[in-house]
């Protein structure tokens, strides 16, 4: 029986924590929030995309400035177009949770953006911030990993760092599949460990709009 209701898709026990972590601390981190099938069959399409030469080296910057910067980030991605089945069922499911961020949080969230991404052995991506306060429309920026049985000996955590000290950690992630992540995107220094294993996810961001003073994202 397929399932329609996008709180199937999710960790609906963990929604108030994610809601009152995302005011408190400005992130949240929950293992197995998102639908495991989900999550191979999107793992699945990702593969296929690589397999098929239809992923690209991620830059840095938008527009004129963009540029591939192998010393900053080495992942490569493919922007999710509802191609897939699982493709719009994923982003159906961050409908949802965008209208309970709204309903909570009266961020006036209304897109969502993502890309598949997959990081090769040996790629990272340092520390940043996904927008700077007052220049970009991305308000909360969300990571879902898709790798099965990831270990401590595959590295590649994200390692998030505190806003009023960005030398000092507080939060390292495993990409395990179905773990999931959302944090205010001008607010939390981030990064990827360099990975020793292909590394999956999906990088999401909602926005607030589509320009802003006719600046369109800023550059790193
Ligand atoms: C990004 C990013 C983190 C991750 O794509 O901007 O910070 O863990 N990704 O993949
Ligand atoms: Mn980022």
Excluded at 14 to 22: C, G, I, N, T, Y
Excluded at 30 to 39: P, V, W
Excluded at 161 to 172: H, L, M, Q
């Amino acid at each position: 029986m397929p399932r329609h209701d996008p709180a199937d898709y999710l960790d609906m026990a963990a929604l108030p924590r994610l809601l009152d972590a995302l005011v408190t601390q400005g992130w949240f981190v929950g293992e197995r929030f998102i639908d495991t099938a989900l999550c191979h069959s999107l793992q699945a399409e990702l593969q296929g995309l690589k397999a098929q030469s239809h992923l690209d080296e991620a830059g840095v910057g938008r527009g004129q400035t963009h540029r591939i910067k192998r010393d900053v980030r080495g992942d490569a991605i493919h922007w999710l177009d509802r191609e897939s089945r699982a493709q719009r069922q994923y982003l159906t499911v961050m409908t949802f949770l965008q209208q309970a961020i709204n309903r909570t949080l009266y961020l006036g969230l209304f897109e969502f953006e993502a890309h598949f991404a997959l990081y090769p052995p040996g790629a990272f991506y340092k520390r940043h911030l996904d927008s700077f306060r007052g220049r970009s429309n991305r308000i909360v920026s969300t990571v879902l990993y898709l790798n099965p049985a990831w270990t401590a000996a595959h590295g590649g955590e994200m390692a998030m760092f505190d806003p009023d000290d960005p030398e000092r950690e507080i939060a390292r992630i495993r990409p395990e599949l179905g773990t999931f992540v959302c944090f205010l995107a001008d607010r939390i220094p981030h990064e990827v460990l360099p990975t020793q294993a292909p590394r999956a996810s999906i990088a999401g961001w909602f926005r607030r709009n589509t320009s802003l003073n006719g600046i369109v994202d800023p550059a790193l």
